[in-house]
């Protein structure tokens, strides 16, 4: 029996302290009706003997003490699932927002997941092509893998979010390819980018749109990913679908999580951030994968804004701990107009040799992409030391390679937002421009690859 308290003795920001509650449970879910009949939803935050702290998701503004009534209804906050959410968009409570119908679930599923045993987890593998040669080329994305972006303000994530959505797909498989896009904290300007591209490209077809906008109650953030998570683990797993989850911007989920802290009172951590935010990341992170026995996967995309830019800000460091490597974007490339502007030697993908080779993508990829980066670091440092000593310093090989770096960034880097370069384009597109090099330079290159592959003179 759902009991009703009308015990609301406190509001502080956006959570409320109900008193005298029996048989409460963490995480339970619920509803709050106001003085005016209006009706909102929370979740318990927190026990303490009969009293209960509640996180309203729809903000506080408008509570009247003596006039609220609060049901708790027993179970946790839920989303309804089924097939029919491909080529929609709602907004970050799982509320259908583009004016269709709403969606019958097949089922109602806890939005906080369930706990996967490690020992379930199968090895992520499989190349996934994104059309990006700075990804797909030197630090490639694998199905069951989480690849953060790390980005900064002014920098052009979200084309790149948009471009890796329409574009991605699993090579291979006649498995169907899912995306699941969870927009946090972001503007309407942005929320309106976001659903045009998703609609005038095709791909919101095959996709599932949660956005949570700036205006939305900050606690709304804290569900939007889970949201976002919970479709994407019944379209894998339920489904067979491989699933590629865009989560932008995790910035604004931790800022929302610091603003509850800090109403909670507890005692903060670095810069203000509550001590279990590495914790709570890795409830979100930890979620990808692959299960044994499951055709589908989910691999996932968060995107951040690093504060400042700096790298060791506690948003990118604890993410970079619990994901498989990071794509960085670069300020100074976009400067000089490079799209996108991927800064390819500090970016890193932990498990790219997971998914590439013959077989996967080509039998030359691993020695190609060893090339690359040797090759576009040593001419970047001929660059500083032609900028300090002067080009006549530089012998002729340095000189060659200093051309290499800045051909490789015009023509392998930047691609634009529109282009979808396949993995043998991005390929020979390497083998291209490592024709600029002396053949006694490429090292780590063997000889039967550099025989097959490497342009001839006439070519």
């Known amino acids: 029996m759902l009991k009703e308290y009308r015990t609301v003795t406190e509001v502080v920001g956006p959570l409320m302290v109900v008193e005298g509650v029996e048989g409460v449970k963490y995480d339970e879910l619920v509803e709050i009706e106001l003085h005016t009949g209006e009706k909102r939803r929370g979740k ?5 003997g009969s009293k209960a702290m509640v996180q309203i998701f729809e903000g506080s503004s408008g509570i009247n003490l003596k006039g609220t009534k609060a049901k708790f209804l027993g179970r946790p ?3 309804g699932v089924s097939e029919d959410m491909l080529g929609r968009v709602f907004d970050g409570m799982g509320r259908s927002n583009d004016n269709g119908p709403d969606i019958i679930p097949e089922k109602r599923v806890d939005i906080n997941g369930e ?12 190349f996934i092509q994104t059309g990006i040669s700075a990804i797909d080329g030197l630090n490639t994305l694998v199905r069951g893998q989480k690849l953060p972006v790390f980005s900064a303000s002014g920098l052009p994530h979200q084309e790149l979010a948009a471009q890796i959505a329409r ?13 699941v896009f969870a927009a946090i904290g972001i503007t309407f ?13 095709g791909a919101i077809d095959r996709s599932v749109l949660f956005m949570n906008l700036a205006s939305d109650p900050a606690i ?3 569900a939007t990913p889970r949201m976002a998570l919970t479709c994407a683990e019944y379209l894998a797993y339920e489904k067979g679908m491989q699933v590629l989850v865009i989560m932008t911007d995790i910035t604004n989920y931790a800022e929302a999580l610091r603003e509850i802290s800090a109403a909670r009172k507890e005692v903060p951590g670095r810069r203000g951030y509550p001590g279990y935010l590495y914790t ?3 409830t979100l992170y930890e979620r990808a994968g692959r299960l044994r026995g499951k055709e589908g996967s989910i691999t996932q995309i968060p995107i951040l804004t690093m504060p400042e830019d700096d790298k060791t800000h506690p948003i990118p460091d604890l993410t970079g701990y619990i994901t498989e490597g990071q794509i960085i974007l670069s300020r100074e490339l976009y400067k000089k107009g490079l799209m996108p502007p991927i800064d390819v030697l500090p970016s890193l993908s932990r498990l790219k040799d997971k998914g590439i080779g013959k077989g996967k993508t080509r039998e030359d990829h691993a020695d190609t992409m060893n090339q690359l980066f040797a090759a576009y670091s040593q001419g970047k440092q001929a660059k500083e030391l032609s900028a300090i000593l002067g080009e006549s310093a530089l012998s002729e090989t340095d000189k060659k390679l200093a051309k290499f770096a800045e051909a490789f960034e015009a023509e392998y880097v930047s691609q634009g937002f529109s282009t979808n370069r396949s993995i043998e384009e991005t390929l020979d597109l390497g ?3 490592l024709k600029m090099i002396p053949r006694t330079e490429l090292k780590r290159i063997r000889d039967e690859y550099l025989e097959k592959y490497l342009p001839r003179e006439e070519e």
Do not use: C, G, H, Y
């Open 44 to 48: 318990v935050l927190e026990i303490n």
């Open 77 to 79: 906050l839920e989303l």
């Open 189 to 201: 300007e942005e929320a309106q980018f976001f659903v045009e591209e998703f609609k005038s490209t």
């Open 115 to 126: 706990a996967i045993n490690p020992m379930a987890r199968d090895f992520p593998s499989e």
């Open 167 to 179: 574009q991605a797909k699993v090579l291979n498989s006649d498995s169907k390819f899912a995306i």
């Open 220 to 222: 709304e953030r804290i």
């Open 431 to 433: 083998w291209k421009l």
């Open 280 to 282: 709570d990341l890795s």
